[in-house]
């Protein structure tokens, strides 16, 4: 029998009524309406902030053998730890709002028995970021300073810290600010420079020590001097109108006197000698491979060249042994080498191989008190979870590569985390954990928040 119009169209209503009833009741923020994803591309999972651990733990403790099973991706000469670490996990609990990306992306520090480290939104032009504590004893994080909060209302605030954590010897942390986008730095957000910070660790109280020490530029590339407090920083133009390519900076944070600023300075990372004094880097891209420049603070002036070239993406401190070791970018395809430089002769040397897998990138290494063991987690910038999220132990005696620990797929399953890379690893001054502050994707297709694994390596794995 035909249907009436009005009993079709009461039936197409009634349908629309129970599709809709089963649809989960998702508001976007204004501005933020959810576009139908691509084809073949899977929607994306609203997620909550801040971050949990399922059943309202605030710590994820294990030791489980499934950190010592290796992915296919692992080369065949990788030795691979026997005795699985016991490691701690826990979120930042300043995430407590949807960021752009929440990200790590400065070097962190363990010294007096502490870890500290910083994170960041990405937000632009207002962003925020943030530094921690952490008490291994106590297991606890603790917030020591709100960038926002310390510079107060203004049209540009840094959404990241992407320079290292050092401590002086007047006991005050000091670091410095980056942009949270390239687009922000300029004279419509009343942009005048990034900012020399420090805190202290005992009372949390914050202070700015410089602001725009280069005038118009960000500071993403930074080391103290601990004892002479002479901050050196590598600066980037706030915009392509700035010019003037990466310059060097040095900074006398007790005077709070500019020492020098001069061009062609360090893109990401430089060596510190501290017996000496000198600061080392190569001028120029991150990716080269290149000579080694010199300052030296005592005699002053511009840095001049030396007679010594290696890779420099990242760098250790300075062992007692007068050697630092630092590891190149490998871009464009090109393999990560791990070399040795002497701070007494100054001459370096390739040491070997970095990757253990897939994952070439590597912006933090860390040597341990004996100076024999490196630590590091290729795949700094995303994918690391691609080779199993490998913790790596480079010993310079025998040259040889070993995993510590893989973190994924366990973290994953147990509690829907997946640590997919890091800018910030710090061995403690005992030489029995490594602090790991990590870019963590739960349901993003990057990543979505920051977490802080504490690993416990064995002693067997770390003889003499």
């Not at 994820?60 to 950190?67: D, G, I, K, L, R």
């Not at 602001?211 to 133009?237: E, M, N, Q, W």
């Not at 000496?276 to 603070?297: A, C, H, N």
């Not at 710090?426 to 954990?433: E, F, I, L, Q, R």
Request: with cysteine; net charge positive; hydrophobic share 35%.
């Amino acid at each position: 029998m035909r249907q009436s119009p009005w009993r079709t169209c009461l039936a197409l209503a009634l349908a629309a009524l129970c599709v809709y009833a089963i649809l989960p009741d998702i508001q976007p923020a204004p501005g933020q309406e959810k576009k139908a994803p691509k084809k073949g591309k899977k929607a994306a999972t609203t997620l909550t902030f801040p971050p949990k651990l399922p059943g309202g733990q605030d710590i994820h403790t294990a030791t489980a053998a499934e950190f010592l099973q290796a992915p296919a991706s692992i080369a065949k000469d990788v030795l691979i730890a026997k005795t699985p670490p016991t490691i701690d996990f826990l979120y930042y609990p300043c995430q407590t709002y949807p960021a752009k990306i929440w990200s790590n992306w400065g070097d962190g520090l363990a010294i007096n028995g502490k870890y500290y480290s910083s994170l960041g939104d990405h937000n632009a032009p207002k962003g925020n970021a943030f530094v921690y504590e952490y008490d291994p004893a106590r297991k606890v994080l603790r917030l020591l300073m709100n960038v926002a909060q310390l510079l107060g209302e203004l049209l540009y605030l840094p959404g990241k810290i992407h320079g290292r954590l050092d401590l002086g010897k007047d006991g005050w942390l000091y670091f410095s600010t980056h942009r949270g986008s390239t687009t922000v730095t300029t004279d419509a957000y009343g942009y005048k420079g990034d900012w020399i910070i420090r805190c202290d660790p005992k009372t949390g109280k914050s202070e700015i020590i410089a602001h725009g020490p280069v005038p118009k530029r960000c500071i993403p590339c930074s080391v103290l001097d601990p004892d002479r407090l002479i901050f050196y920083g590598g600066t980037a133009p706030g915009s392509k109108a700035d010019g003037g390519g990466v310059q060097f900076l040095a900074f006398d944070v007790q005077k709070r006197k500019l020492l020098y600023s001069g061009p062609d300075g360090p893109p990401r990372y430089m060596i510190f000698a501290r017996s000496t004094g000198k600061i080392y880097y190569v001028p120029g891209k991150e990716d080269m491979v290149g000579q080694l420049v010199s300052f030296d603070p005592a005699k002053g002036g511009a840095p001049v060249k030396i007679q010594a070239s290696l890779g420099l993406r990242a760098a250790t401190d300075e062992t007692a042994q007068g050697m630092v070791y630092t590891v190149s970018k490998g871009a464009k395809g090109g393999q990560t080498m791990i070399y040795s430089f002497n701070t007494k002769t100054e001459e370096a040397q390739v040491i070997g191989p970095a990757a253990v897998g897939t994952n070439e990138y590597i912006t933090s290494i860390d040597a341990d008190p004996s100076g024999r063991y490196l630590y590091y987690v290729p795949g700094a910038h995303g994918g690391a979870d691609r080779d199993g999220s490998a913790v790596v132990q480079f010993d310079t005696k025998t040259k040889e590569r070993k995993v510590i620990a893989f973190l994924n797929p366990y973290f994953k399953d147990k509690i829907a985390a997946t640590p997919v890379g890091t800018y910030s690893t710090a061995v403690d001054p005992a030489g029995d954990k490594l602090y790991i502050t990590w870019n963590v994707r739960r349901e993003s297709r990057a990543w979505d928040c920051c977490a802080l694994t504490v690993i416990h390596i064995p002693q067997s794995e770390r003889q003499p």
